[in-house]
């Protein structure tokens, strides 16, 4: 047989019970499981070729293995906990099933078996890379003093103890058992070791020394020529950076697989270098940008591909707010037309996956490859300038505050008009709350929990929704008072009653609010910018936004105290108008990006800081909430009048 003691110890496994079990615990409380079902499939879908060639059994104890191990995925997949993708996944097994029957071609089976794996771990994640770049140093200490005695100081299977070992150890400088072999199967077997043989489970050391243990193994089975070429390949393209975007594919990729994306000679390099030098992978690379969007992207058409809508359309928005979106900062300040078009193709193409639309989702993806070539070209490293990041950090200290600062300083213009400073403090204990909670929220999010790209978009829409309906019942309120006098009897004779602490804490409210729905986004904009360096030039933006919101605050309050209140109270209600329905515009717009309203673009105005966005949706609301408005202003004159 090809791999014995790989085969002995998928067979030990089954017969000693790691079946899945408990079928209503949550996915987590299986990893062991899933993960043993992982090692299962990626099996098939290597060994499969060893077992039949063009339509005949070339190896009937091979076949025989292949149909049984497709049995048992399909038995142990129906057996998962239930989960939204749960059906597809049990789909496609069954067709991997079938197709072994069938004595299906080997890239066929092998294509069930590795999209099998990829929709597994998307419904039923577990850690597949180290959380660190492994220390080759430290695995070759730890194979010398644990492993040489069997498998022998180079790896060949010749130990001092191999002689009285039976099955005897692998060979791992084997060429032929290394390309199929990827160093998340040799974290398997070193962390649970191989019933039946001599092979122990290390347990007992850390998971980051069985992940060097595991590098170093990986690497046995490759000299110096091959690490040489590597290197140099590395040096000359850009292929095989992308063909191993990130520390995840490393593990999971063998080269006989990454010989079908490159010639045999170069995968034989590529692997044997990033595995002697897994740091030139990058742990994070392909973790943020357009990597990670491509990389989602790709699993969402997946996911659509085998009739998993919810999955497809989940990785769809992670894509896009996770990946793409903290790019939008520098991309609107070199390329508006580009953020535009990408904005706008990824609408659609979640509104194909939505309707089930393969062949159009399909098509916006390819496009939307088109785009992200030319967004790296505008925003990859080395290609964002010092005036990008100065006009980057400046729009979007200007486009997150403005709104914020507007009714902020309404408020406090208000209260200084009525004569209320011991109110004020309640407003500016609200303003500075909100700076606080969002920068630990900012803490919390990069150092103890990840919290998505939907989950921001959902705050900051339902908070969008709320301050423009105060906003606006806010502003129907001072157009009323303003008209006919009104004002003297509100002064005099309900003021007092309405500034009660109960009130007093609603101002508190509304401050805490229209602050801290900007402050987080703010943040997360400024770390983008702050990775492509030009430290000084977002200092610069910072600043001078900061100088440009302090003037606007400075001649609000400076006009509005010399202004007659009667028309205080009018313009100011225009202005918080004016400041709901771009809330609102946001606030839709917000809850289109996180998947909870539809969006149907169209060819229209993009004004950002006027929550101007060219869907149906935001327009509709919009254009209602300004007709509330402006029939409740009239209704107001009206009434006056008579």
Request: contains cysteine.
């Amino acid at each position: 047989m090809k791999h014995p003691i790989w085969k002995l110890f998928l067979h030990l496994a089954f017969c000693c019970g790691f079946a899945l079990h408990n079928v209503h615990a949550s996915p987590q409380s299986n990893e062991p499981e899933v993960r043993q079902l992982w090692q299962l499939l990626d099996y098939v879908a290597v060994d499969y070729a060893g077992a039949v060639q063009n339509g005949s059994v070339i190896s009937e104890m091979e076949y025989k293995e292949m149909q049984e191990f497709s049995e048992r995925a399909r038995s142990q997949v129906i057996a998962l906990p239930p989960h939204a993708s749960h059906a597809a996944l049990t789909s496609i097994v069954t067709r991997l099933q079938q197709a072994v029957a069938r004595k299906d071609p080997p890239l066929r089976v092998s294509e069930l078996a590795r999209d099998a794996n990829k929709l597994l771990l998307a419904a039923y994640p577990f850690p597949v890379a180290p959380r660190s770049v492994p220390e080759l140093s430290r695995g070759a200490t730890l194979y010398k003093a644990q492993c040489a005695s069997c498998h022998g100081a180079a790896g060949a299977g010749d130990g001092p103890l191999a002689t009285r070992l039976e099955p005897k150890p692998i060979a791992f400088t084997d060429r032929e058992r290394a390309r199929s072999r990827s160093l998340m199967a040799l974290h398997q077997v070193i962390s649970q070791g191989v019933a039946g043989t001599s092979m122990p489970a290390f347990a007992s050391l850390s998971d980051a020394d069985r992940w060097s243990l595991a590098f170093f193994v990986g690497t046995l089975g490759f000299n110096d020529t091959d690490i040489k070429a590597g290197k140099e390949a590395f040096a000359r393209d850009t292929a095989p950076g992308k063909t191993l975007p990130d520390m995840s594919a490393l593990v999971t990729v063998t080269e006989e697989e990454l010989a079908k994306a490159m010639p045999p000679t170069t995968a034989r390099a590529v692997v044997a270098y990033t595995r002697t030098h897994p740091e030139v992978v990058g742990q994070q690379k392909g973790q943020s940008g357009i990597a990670l969007s491509r990389k989602l992207l790709q699993g969402s058409l997946q996911a659509l591909k085998v009739g998993d809508r919810a999955t497809a359309t989940e990785l769809a928005l992670s894509a896009y707010l996770d990946g793409f979106e903290p790019l939008e900062a520098t991309l609107d300040a070199t390329d508006r037309q580009l953020l535009i078009d990408v904005e706008r193709t990824m609408q659609l193409y979640r509104g194909a996956v939505t309707s089930g639309n393969l062949a159009a989702a399909s098509e916006h993806a390819r496009q939307l490859d088109v785009y992200f070539v030319r967004v790296e070209a505008v925003t990859g490293k080395d290609k964002t300038d010092a005036t990008t990041v100065f006009v980057g950090a400046l729009t979007i200290l200007l486009r997150e505050g403005i709104e914020a600062l507007l009714i902020v300083i309404a408020m406090v213009a208000f209260l200084r008009k009525a004569e209320r400073p011991q109110v004020l403090r309640y407003v500016h204990a609200g303003w500075i709350s909100a700076l606080a909670a969002g920068g630990v929220t900012w803490l919390v999010a990069t150092y103890v929990v990840s919290i998505s790209g939907a989950s921001r978009e959902i705050t900051e829409g339902l908070s969008s929704l709320f301050a423009a309906v105060v906003l606006l019942s806010v502003g129907l309120w001072m157009h009323q008072k303003g008209q006919a006098g009104q004002w003297q009897a509100y002064l005099h004779g309900q003021l007092s009653a309405a500034m009660q602490k109960r009130s007093a804490w609603a101002l508190f409210a509304l401050a805490f609010i229209a602050v801290y729905r900007e402050v987080f986004e703010t943040v997360l904009f400024y770390s983008a910018l702050a990775a492509d360096g030009n430290g000084s030039a977002l200092l610069g933006g910072f600043v001078t936004g900061l100088v440009l919101l302090s003037v606007i605050a400075f001649v609000f309050l400076r006009t509005s105290a010399r202004m007659p209140i009667g028309k205080f109270f009018s313009y100011s209600s225009v202005l918080i108008a004016a400041l709901a329905v771009v809330l609102v515009g946001k606030g839709i717009a917000g809850l289109q990006e996180a998947g909870w309203l539809m969006a149907t673009p169209v060819d229209g105005l993009r004004l950002p800081i006027l929550g101007i966005y060219p869907t149906l949706q935001t327009y509709g609301a919009q254009l209602l909430l300004l007709s509330a408005a402006v029939i409740g202003f009239g209704f107001n004159v009206v009434k006056a009048r008579r």
